[in-house]
């Protein structure tokens, strides 16, 4: 069970799963391309809804990029085949 504290949802230790806050650490943005460059936005994850979603019996809160503190709600890792490509910017 989660209880509201402060403001904010805090864990109960019999719940199943843990919510985690990942505001800060996001990479990237659903707005913009994600992979090739910034510009191609067909190269993105178009996601149908933000907030709390849940898939499989697993919830998850998909952050709208119009409400984070700086406009990022993905986590994209490093990588790609391409050297000039985007992606290869990301930490």
């Known amino acids: 069970m989660n209880q509201l504290l402060d ?3 805090q864990w109960v230790p019999n719940e ?9 650490l996001f ?3 659903t707005t913009t391309g994600l992979y090739y460059n910034k510009d191609t936005l067909s190269d993105t994850l178009p996601f149908q809804h ?11 809160k998909v952050v709208d990029p119009k409400n984070s503190n700086d406009g990022l709600n993905l986590i994209i890792l490093k990588g790609g085949p391409y050297e000039e490509a985007y992606s290869k910017s990301f930490p």
């Open 16 to 24: 199943r799963y843990r919510p985690l806050d990942l505001n800060g």
């Open 50 to 60: 933000f907030g709390d979603i849940e898939a499989n019996g697993v919830p998850y």
């Open 27 to 29: 990479t990237a943005s």
């Open 7 to 9: 403001g904010k949802i």
